[in-house]
């Protein structure tokens, strides 16, 4: 658990010093993830933050969401709390939660199971998709306000991701799986591979892109990623290391 909890707080702790630097006027100013301004996005990062500590600690939050109609509708509730807080209460609204979720987990195996929304998870896994929205929302608020950023070793963790909820994503658009493989570059030319080596359903291409494609920060025809097979082209369709 070391190494992914370490990620996860310097992927959290990068977004927070960003958002030191910004002026209270553009915590309102709406980000590519629309509606969302810069204010929603942290606080809808800080209410998933308790939410996850909630489910770390056995509580009843996580229940309530997996028998939700309308998820968006309870995204909402937090969006709202946020927009009657000033920016930096909502700050340490979502670092309270960060310390309410990586403490616990720091204690935990990395196979010890967490409930979420879409059904449970073992705790890598878990820290893992904290870090991801992170990133993926981080995005959103390094676009709207200029900031420009570089992609750092963590964004393994996302690539990673997005290959190990394929399964899932082809589920959710009615498509039938069959195992495909993911090779990638990162950065310092580094390799990452996921996925069996006896299948001809091949990804390659860039860290950068696959990992932005299963955030749905990028459309397929924006990319370069090399596609070979029937389920690896539906792969980049329907890709989504999110809820």
């Not at 702790?13 to 100013?29: A, E, G, M, N, T």
Request: proline share 5%; net charge negative; aromatic share 10%.
């Amino acid at each position: 658990m070391r190494d992914i909890l370490s990620d996860l707080v310097a992927e959290q702790q990068f977004l927070d010093q960003s958002l030191q630097r910004i002026p209270i006027k553009v915590w309102d100013l709406v980000t590519p993830n629309k509606p969302w301004t810069v204010r929603d996005t942290i606080a809808h990062l800080a209410d998933f933050e308790d939410l996850g500590a909630d489910a770390i600690n056995g509580g009843e939050r996580v229940a309530e969401w997996q028998q939700a109609s309308d998820l968006e509708g309870m995204k909402r509730i937090a969006i709202k709390k946020g927009r009657s807080m000033r920016p930096q209460d909502v700050i340490e609204w979502w670092r309270g939660g960060r310390a309410k979720v990586v403490e616990p987990l720091s204690h935990m195996s990395g196979d010890d199971r967490v409930p979420w929304i879409a059904g449970d998870m073992s705790a890598r896994t878990f820290a893992t998709f904290r870090l991801m929205e992170t990133w993926m929302h981080g995005l959103d608020i390094y676009k709207t306000l200029g900031i420009e950023v570089e992609d750092t070793h963590r964004i393994r963790h996302v690539c990673w991701l997005g290959w190990k909820t394929l399964p899932y994503a082809f589920k959710q658009a009615g498509e039938h799986y069959e195992p495909v493989r993911v090779e990638v570059i990162g950065p310092g030319y580094a390799k990452w591979v996921y996925g069996p080596d006896d299948t001809d359903q091949l990804i390659k291409g860039s860290a950068s892109e696959w990992a932005r494609l299963v955030v749905d920060r990028v459309k397929p025809s924006e990319i370069g990623l090399k596609v070979n097979g029937e389920y690896a082209k539906t792969a980049t369709q329907v890709a989504r290391a999110y809820l």
